[in-house]
């Protein structure tokens, strides 16, 4: 055999007993990168943790706690600017990615879905 011819064949052979190794059977499972939905379990889990870090002490895990100056957060009717609004001045210290997180965690757990914002000029009812 030719040295030219060699090199091929042992690679061919390299990759045949790889091919039958107990992690090469998993390989094609494996995803490559984390799905939409992963990424949005991550996410809601990092908003989680920082939520109970920063607010969990006066509004309980799932903002449920009775407050002196109003309703529980989770009774409220705020817009998705409201809550933003609130998260950038609480959490001013953290990337756009952890508020993200933090208000998308809020929003899970209020009982009325986030009405839109007014439009200027416009009346609420």
Request: aromatic share 4%.
């Amino acid at each position: 055999m030719t040295p030219r011819r060699a090199l091929p064949l042992s690679a061919l052979c390299f990759l045949a007993v790889l091919s039958l190794s107990p992690a090469a059977s998993q390989w094609h499972r494996m995803p490559a990168s984390p799905t939409s939905a992963e990424k949005q379990d991550e996410a809601l889990s990092l908003g989680k943790k920082l939520f109970m870090e920063r607010c969990g002490r006066c509004h309980d895990e799932r903002g449920d706690k009775p407050l002196a100056s109003g309703p529980p957060l989770n009774e409220r009717a705020l817009t998705r600017e409201e809550i933003t609004r609130a998260v950038r001045g609480r959490f001013r210290d953290r990337t756009d990615d952890e508020r993200a997180a933090v208000v998308a965690y809020i929003e899970g757990f209020l009982k009325t879905k986030p009405r839109p914002a007014s439009e200027p000029g416009k009346e609420t009812e």
